[in-house]
């Protein structure tokens, strides 16, 4: 059986903000969402740029930390990205 890599993402949007997502293919799922295929939410705010990645064993955990992170306020939300970015170094 084939084991499939589960990943919670962030990306900025052209407006600034921050979009937050699920996907087994980091660079498909950016390349729908730069072409206006992806989210609705990113489909008025492309370019995307990808600003965070993180690697889940499985699909449900990649989807709490995805809730977790939108229940965030901005400046949490950027410090966790910052933090655990610099964890990962």
């Known amino acids: 059986m084939e084991q499939t890599n589960h ?3 962030v990306l900025e949007c052209s407006d600034g903000s921050y979009y937050a997502g699920y996907t087994v293919d ?3 799922r950016l390349k729908k969402h730069n ?3 992806g989210a609705k ?3 008025g ?3 995307v ?3 965070y ?3 889940f064993a499985t699909k449900s955990d990649a989807l709490k930390m995805e809730i977790s992170f939108k229940r965030l306020k901005r400046k ?3 410090q966790y990205i910052y933090r655990t970015s610099n964890e990962e170094r």
Request: net charge neutral; no cysteine.
């Open 49 to 51: 740029k990808l600003l």
């Open 76 to 78: 949490e939300k950027e």
């Open 45 to 47: 705010r492309a370019p």
């Open 7 to 9: 990943y919670f993402y």
């Open 53 to 55: 990645s993180e690697e």
């Open 35 to 37: 072409n206006g295929t």
């Open 41 to 43: 939410y990113t489909r």
């Open 26 to 28: 980091i660079n498909q």
